[in-house]
């Protein structure tokens, strides 16, 4: 643990170092601005007023039909790229009359569609200005997303709402309503917050109802499905349609008029029902001692509130470590200098344009077009960033090594928010006189001895993880280049192999949650408390396997719960069937109500997601703690057990061993 705590520092050390080299190559403008024909940056610096970019000829773009565009390999379109301030808003193109000897260009063409060194009111030619593509002449580039725009984006009510009006219509939303579906969203995820806390501290009262109604409810709906498979079969028992007869059919409903079908069904409720009812008969008691956990739970949750806002603690953790990595990225591939080249922007059949093959490289601040008179309309345009420097040459080294300390740092950050609820949990149990013995800033207490004594062992567990997970990133890496010439062998080896990392990786992660849980209890290392908890929960299975199931079906019930209260809440009030007061919102203002719906959901997911999370911890720290108490005491007065009142009535254990939580 020593080692890999070293390690993982030298780690953090090494990754801070690489993220400042790829700062002072790096230039994310590459990425997040386009760049016109001679490399300048739109949206910035002398083009700062105009943040779009339009293609004189799109057209010239494919590599498929175009000579040039092929010689670039793809990655430059050679037509000339202009900045402008927005992007055009309705389709035109350049009538007959502009072929004119008399024809003014002003009169047929935008300037702030022009290249920037093309003045329209000293230009009297416009097949000048057509053969060296200098203006766009077809709207070709804005067909396609303007359409979209009016036929998705944009239903108006009024049929005979006109072109203009609709395509405006995606912006009529004031701001004062935009601020106030945002004030509403949060407000549904601030019912999310509260319905998430007050489930949880009520599970100490109806824990044991809820569990109840899930097991009752599954074997009505398992009776239920008896009796109706039964119904089908024997409506379908004087058809002398057999499974056999039947080809292959996409349509299921064929093979449901076949009785063999629901005999199938039938025989299969019938063993799940039976054995549901023999386990929940031979496991009576140990449900009880299930369900005396969640309920106990609830209670040390109730008590240590604070530990519900830990899980904001790791998010914003997990945030930055995703910034990092992504800003990392971002300067990472971005960090060589611009590279431009020499390209003809019209046909090379033209006069001499085929001399110019697209190989020549320039600078645009010191090119001179008229170093090429046999091809007017020669450009120095932008290709590609340079890739030959020692930095740029091990970016695929750096990027791997970006990969492997981004995961490194999240699985820690994980690792490091179960240990310290766990150690505030196991505080709670291990004290003798609940809750006086409890201090009020268990958590923050926990998360320093957390740092201070444990960061070897959680970086030993998360690195373990991390390998796997790298594994299993190569292995989609390599399935994703091989797809097309894979074999069916191949295919399944594939399969195989990212089916067994999954299992091995999903076992680890719960190797390791039982490891912080022993390494906050006893601080021993990683790999001692690791043997330990297997070997206990090992021990132990059949209430380890009832209680996590239990534990599982509770917690979906509860996220369940939560979503569908938020859900049915917004759903009514931005589909405007809850009105409020006055003309402050109306439902029929909004476009799609599905998205601020949606939005609230998911939010309240992920809020209850949070809290979840932090009872799960608390159900399995307890239950360690549980088995090591019934363990290592016995209930004399030489060895006390340290469980609550609550759990020593299950056990059906004399109480004056132990001072409990009050009745």
Known sequence: ??????????????????????????????????????????????????????????????????????????????????????????????????????????????????????????????????????????????????????????????????????????????????????????????????????????????????????????LVVGGYGIWHCYSEYYHFSTSKLKFGDLSFNTN?????????????????????????????????????????LMEESSRVVGYLMSTLLYPLFTFVLLVVCVAYWGMTSLYLVTSGAPLYRVVSLSDPSVDKCSLINGSETCKPQTFNSSAYPYCPSVRCIFFRYDDTGLFQQNLVYLQVFNIFAFLWCVNFVIALGQCTLAGTFASYYWAFSKPTEISPFALSQCFIRTLQYHVGSLAFGALLLTCFQLVRLVLEYLNHKTRGSQSACGRFLFNCLRCCFWCLEYFLKILNRNAYIMIAIY?????????????????????????????????????????????????????????????????????????????????????AQGFFSVYSMCVDTLFLCFLEDLERNDGTMQKPYYMSRNLMRILRKPKPFVTALPE
């Open 1 to 218: 643990d020593l080692i890999c705590c070293i390690l993982f520092l030298a780690v953090i050390a090494g990754y801070m170092v690489m993220g400042v080299l790829a700062w002072l190559f790096g230039d994310p403008r590459h990425v997040l601005f386009p760049r016109n024909s001679t490399g300048m940056f739109c949206g910035v610096g002398m083009n700062r007023d105009q943040p779009r970019m339009i293609y004189v000829d799109i057209l010239k773009c494919a590599t498929t039909t175009k000579v040039m565009a092929a010689a670039l390999g793809g990655t430059q379109c050679p037509t000339t790229q202009v900045c402008v301030p927005k992007c055009p808003s309705h389709f035109w193109m350049l009538s007959a009359a502009a072929y004119d000897p008399d024809a003014n260009p002003k009169d047929f063409f935008h300037q702030q569609y022009c290249d920037h060194s093309l003045n329209l009111t000293t230009t009297t030619w416009v097949q000048g200005i057509l053969h060296c593509y200098q203006c766009a002449y077809r709207d070709w580039n804005w067909v396609l997303v303007w359409w979209l725009l009016w036929t998705v984006a944009c239903q108006p009510t009024n049929t005979n709402a006109s072109q203009s009006e609709c395509l405006a219509c995606p912006y009529h939303a004031s701001a004062a309503l935009q601020q106030f579906a945002a004030c509403c969203v949060c407000s549904g995820l601030t019912l999310a917050l509260l319905v998430s806390v007050v489930f949880l501290l009520l599970l100490r009262y109806l824990a044991i109802v809820l569990v109840w109604i899930l097991m009752v409810g599954l």
């Open 252 to 292: 299921i409903s064929v093979y449901l008029q076949v009785k063999e079908t629901w005999l199938a069904f039938l025989i299969i409720l019938c063993v799940w029902e039976s054995i549901l009812i023999l386990v929940l008969s031979c496991l009576r008691r140990r449900l009880s001692v299930a369900v005396a």
């Open 523 to 607: 601080g021993e290392s990683f790999c001692v408390s690791a043997k330990n908890a297997y070997s206990l929960l090992m021990r132990h299975i059949g209430r380890v396997v009832l209680l996590d199931r239990v534990t599982d079906m509770l917690i979906f019930f509860g996220k369940l719960l939560v979503v569908a209260i938020v859900g049915v809440l917004a759903f009514f009030f931005f589909s405007g069937q809850i009105r409020l007061p006055g003309d402050t919102f109306q439902a029929e203002m909004l476009n799609y109500y599905w998205v601020p719906i949606l939005t609230v959901m998911a939010g309240a997911y992920l809020i």
